[in-house]
Nanobody, 115 residues
Framework: QVQLVESGGGLVQAGGSLRLSCTVS????????MGWDRQAPGKQRELVAR????????IYADSVKGRFTISRDSAKNTVYLEMNGLKPEDTAVYSC????????WGQGTQVTVSS
């Protein structure tokens, strides 16, 4: 059973920073991609960031480019999301995902940015 455990969410003032972490366990396969999605109330889930295992290349949603940075530590099976310059519109539940032969999801961690 693949398990993803997120941490690092919380309440922060606009302009502040948070660092999310996600540790993955239970898979005997290496993950092709790892990343973060988010879902705000009344909105569909959207891609925030992805990182590939082949070359470490990354993709970001246009709304977070220049503010968020995704990274991974393969030895720890952990993916991180550093979020800077947070805005109220970043408020959402952030969910970690990892893909081997299918996508696996964490439970999500709440990020709330106040005005």
């Amino acid at each position: 059973q693949v398990q993803l455990v997120e941490s690092g969410g919380g309440l922060v003032q606009a302009g502040g920073s948070l660092r999310l972490s996600c540790t993955v366990s239970g898979s005997i396969f290496r993950f092709v991609t790892m990343g973060w999605d988010r879902q705000a109330p009344g909105k569909q889930r959207e891609l925030v960031a992805r990182i590939t295992s082949t070359d470490g290349s990354t993709i970001y949603a246009d709304s977070v480019k220049g503010r968020f940075t995704i990274s991974r530590d393969s030895a720890k099976n952990t993916v991180y999301l550093e979020m800077n310059g947070l805005k109220p519109e970043d408020t959402a539940v952030y969910s970690c995902n990892a893909e081997d032969f299918k996508l696996h999801w964490g439970q999500g961690t709440q990020v709330t940015v106040s005005s």
